[in-house]
């Protein structure tokens, strides 16, 4: 793998890798951590720093992973894992060994981060910012009565906003 800083990921269409490939988002250590699927999130310039923005559910398992956790990576992959995504968007790590059912093979970073062998490229990222986006926080109310319920999607974000530290590609 080669470690890289941010400016690789120039190369990327940021809309497609996030919302068209999706992404692992995976906290903890090698002997305790949780990894999702994400396709909402952003990158970009905050504090004179490489920044992503994170939107978690806070009933996610990896919800409490990351509120524990100072770092956590962002992971993305080739068409051909477009299924081991699916299983770990759609079954929790609280009841599930999803990362054998989607045939992962968990790697450790240097800086102590998980991520996976099979990811095209790893984004290492610190925690800077987090809060949780309540309902009286919505200028479009219509949006909070949409995406915040039982039958769509769940709880409130915590909105994540972490620095961009390091970038592993194959
Ligand atoms: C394509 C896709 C995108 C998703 N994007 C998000 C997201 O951005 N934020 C989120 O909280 N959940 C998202 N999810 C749902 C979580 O991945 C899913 O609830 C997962 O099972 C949570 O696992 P966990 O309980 O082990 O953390 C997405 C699921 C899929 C399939």
Known sequence: MNKLNFEVL???NVFDLINKEWM???AGDSSNFNTMTASW???GWLWNRPVAFLFVRKERFTHQFIEQNSRLTLSFYAEEYRKAL????SKSGRDTDKVALAG???LKLEDGTMTFDEARMTVCCRKLFATDMIEAD???AELYKKFYNANAGGTDHTLYIVEIESVYTK
Request: overall charge negative; aromatic content about 6%.
């Open 138 to 140: 919505f200028a479009d």
């Open 10 to 12: 120039a190369k990327e």
């Open 104 to 106: 992962l093979t968990p």
């Open 41 to 43: 999130g952003g990158m």
């Open 24 to 26: 692992l988002i995976t």
């Open 86 to 89: 699916q299983i770990c968007g």
